[in-house]
């Protein structure tokens, strides 16, 4: 087992003011699993991501990775901890506007080190599975919000780490460009085996995953596997449990 989430909890504040964020959450992650997270906004899914990327600590519970359990890093240890083992994507790519694209994806393996030669093959070939070799010595500020967020992945999975952290990735991107964007990732799940866990409000992005964990009120209301569905009808069946967790808009 990959990752073990164990009767999370995360509390803020104190006495009164105390707010519950998350309610015992627990659920198991295979390597090369592709599991999308959703629920409505204050459901606790962003506070679940953020404890899991090291990013908050929960109040009580495990995170268990590779065997290792999170909740009790050293705080000395945490950068290292995310560097060596967690790739990450953001609903803003996040990318180094000083930095070309190919340098923006290098850029990990040149902080861990990597001889330049070795950088420079494992950034070539990441970008051609994303198709962004074109824009590789392009900066930023040239390309597309689709071409970044592309350039966003590759940089979260260039370094193979064990787990990858999307967080509303296609939030920003036209109807195109998401689907361009979980289709690539998909194709990185199936072909590298990468790990991803997906944070979202897009159903036709969540019909990407294998799994999904529905999230209210800080607890798992649901899971829903998507087993041998097409990407259409398990899309269809996200949508009729949104509807029956209160009719939240699924396309907001």
């Known amino acids: 087992m990959l990752l073990q989430v164990k009767h999370i909890k995360k509390y803020y504040g104190t006495g009164q003011n105390r707010t519950t964020a998350l309610r015992d959450v627990s659920f198991d992650v295979e390597k090369g699993d ?12 962003t506070t679940l991501l953020n404890c899991l990327s090291t990013i908050d600590t929960a109040s009580s519970g495990e995170v268990i990775l590779d065997g290792r359990d999170i909740t ?5 240890d945490v950068a290292a901890f995310r560097r060596e083992n967690l790739g990450f994507i953001f609903q803003d790519s996040n990318l180094l506007d000083t930095l070309t694209m190919e340098e923006n994806i290098g850029l990990s393996l040149t902080i861990k080190q990597l001889a330049p030669d070795d950088v420079d093959r494992r950034t070539k070939e990441i970008a051609e599975k994303l198709g962004i070799s074109e824009t590789m010595k392009k900066f930023p500020y040239q390309v597309s919000g689709g071409q970044k967020q592309r350039c966003a992945a590759a940089r979260a999975v260039v370094t ?10 296609t939030g920003a991107l036209d109807s195109k460009s998401a689907k361009t964007l979980m289709e690539l990732l998909s194709k990185l799940n199936k072909t590298l085996d990468t790990t991803i866990l997906l944070v979202t409000h897009d159903s036709l992005a ?10 209210r009120d800080g607890k798992i209301f649901y899971e829903l596997n998507k ?10 069946n996200i949508l009729r449990v949104l509807s029956e967790m209160g009719g939240e808009n699924p396309l907001c």
């Open 72 to 76: 009790k890093l050293p705080e000395k």
């Open 34 to 45: 592709f599991i999308s997270i959703m629920g409505a906004s204050g459901s606790g899914k």
């Open 206 to 215: 969540a019909s990407y995953a294998n799994r999904i964990l529905f999230l």
């Open 160 to 169: 193979n780490p064990k787990l990858v952290l999307a967080d509303e990735p």
């Open 227 to 236: 087993g041998t569905k097409a990407n259409q009808d398990f899309y269809h």
